[in-house]
């Protein structure tokens, strides 16, 4: 693997970029992402290839489930250097489907670091636990709204970090959006737009799907995010 990882990289240097030399020289000396990615550390969510966006468009942060933690310092370095220093406008939280830290928080796990670290994300579990006991949702429906639910109580806990709420309180990005990816699929379902705000119409219809059309109704309230669009 470590050989095939070097040829990669002859392979991007010969494909992309001599061929894209003024693009590369240009964020070797600067580099101005737009966005700042939030995603799980899953070998198959790379944030890039999913997107097919080019290095020196994403700042980037990966951990287990995608958690945001108030007291993370390495969290809160990435957010401060991205939103303050490189003024990125929008945050994307990326949650996936057949995420093993979701099935972890689903199934309770007994390792030190990975259990404390996934408490994080309790909240979640306790309102999806309501919605699959009502809806009496499959195993799968329940981890992907689980998924769901997650992305969105790690939106609130970034929304709730002093930096992001007193930019929020000037009316200033950054714009948070929740997103889903499947990787059975590679597709995106986008969960919140953070141009307005609101559910997108992919949670909708998840929510319909997975957790009973009275639930869903009853859970569409706008996330609040920036007034700034
Ligand atoms: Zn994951």
Request: proline content about 3%.
């Amino acid at each position: 693997m470590i050989d095939q990882l070097l040829k990669g990289n002859s392979q991007f240097i010969a494909g992309e970029f001599k061929p894209n030399k003024k693009y590369y020289e240009s964020i070797a000396d600067r580099q101005t992402p737009t966005v700042l990615w939030i995603g799980c550390s899953d070998s198959r969510v790379s944030e890039d290839v999913i997107t097919s966006a080019r290095p020196g468009t994403m700042f980037v942060h990966r951990n287990v489930a995608n958690i945001i933690a108030f007291n993370d310092v390495n969290m809160a370095s990435i957010l401060e250097y991205g939103v303050v220093h490189l003024k990125i406008a929008d945050i994307i939280v990326c949650g996936h489907t057949r995420c093993g830290g979701i099935a972890a928080i689903e199934d309770g796990v007994h390792e030190n670091y990975i259990a404390d670290w996934l408490c994080i994300a309790s909240g979640a579990k306790d309102i999806t636990d309501r919605i699959a006991k009502e809806n009496k949702l499959t195993r799968q429906e329940k981890l992907e709204l689980l998924t769901v639910e997650n992305v969105k109580l790690q939106i609130k806990h970034l929304q709730n970090l002093a930096l992001i709420k007193n930019l929020h309180a000037k009316g200033k990005s950054p714009r948070i959006h929740g997103w889903l990816y499947r990787v059975e699929t590679g597709e995106i379902n986008v969960l919140i737009d953070g141009r307005t705000g609101r559910s997108a119409p992919d949670l909708i219809k998840i929510e319909n799907r997975g957790a009973g059309r009275s639930a869903a109704k009853s859970r569409q309230k706008p996330v609040k995010t920036s007034r700034k669009k």
